[in-house]
T-cell receptor, first 111, second 115 residues
């Protein structure tokens, strides 16, 4: 079946540090890949997506590239801010099946 | 579009009482999902509907939980009787399945506390 594995948190960084959150997946067919973000007290929001191999999704300074050869979709940001503190979820969907989430990675940015 | 609308935002109830959570999906979306989020278990899919029909309810924890979708613009999740272990944040999400796989849009959630 389809599955998503994220690096375990929590992750704590200083402001302006470089961020990587690893995500790998197992899927049948040709999945679309997503990163969702959940700020404290809120629902999940779509951060970025990629629908085919080698696509790069980007939003708010975050980027992730769909790597079919390594079945990965790592999230990166060059310089994080305190306001980026949140829980980040990697997810995939394949065909008409339901969205499959990773377990989430809690990120805390210290000033 | 106002997005996915859930009500109430917060609910505090006594053990044994009936609780009803409500969700209005995005107009035009054909699938609706109910999730539960806790610190211990993370995000769990409870049930999802496609074109108002329940497709997979394997995540519903037990018979005390039931969900309905009487029309394309409304769904309810009911817990009867409620127990303290049901305390969690419940999210509703909607999607256009069969489109370009843009993922789900989530509501802001209902924080349920059963005392």
């Amino acid at each position: 079946g389809n599955s998503v594995t994220q690096m375990e948190g929590p992750v704590t960084l200083s402001e302006e540090a470089f961020l990587t959150i690893n995500c790998t997946y197992t899927a049948t067919g040709y999945p679309s890949l997503f990163w969702y973000v959940q700020y404290p007290g809120e629902g999940l929001q779509l951060l970025l997506k990629a629908t085919k191999a080698d696509d790069k999704g980007s939003n708010k300074g975050f980027e992730a590239t769909y790597r079919k050869e390594t079945t990965s979709f790592h999230l990166e940001k060059g310089s994080v801010q305190v306001s980026d503190s949140a829980v980040y979820f990697c997810a995939l969907i394949s065909g008409a099946q339901k969205l499959v989430f990773g377990q989430g990675t809690r990120l805390t940015i210290n000033p | 579009d106002a997005g996915v609308i859930q009500s109430p935002r917060h609910e505090v109830t006594e053990m044994g009482q009936e609780v009803t959570l409500r969700c209005k999906p995005i107009s035009g979306h054909n699938s609706l999902f109910w999730y539960r989020q806790t610190m211990m278990r993370g995000l769990e899919l409870l049930i999802y509907f496609n074109n108002n029909v329940p497709i997979d309810d394997s995540g519903m924890p037990e018979d005390r939980f039931s969900a309905k979708m009487p029309n394309a613009s409304f769904s309810t999740l009911k817990i009867q009787p409620s127990e303290p272990r049901d305390s969690a944040v419940y999210f509703c999400a909607s999607s256009l399945v069969g489109g370009n796989n843009y993922g789900y849009t989530f509501g802001s959630g209902t924080r349920l506390t059963v005392v």
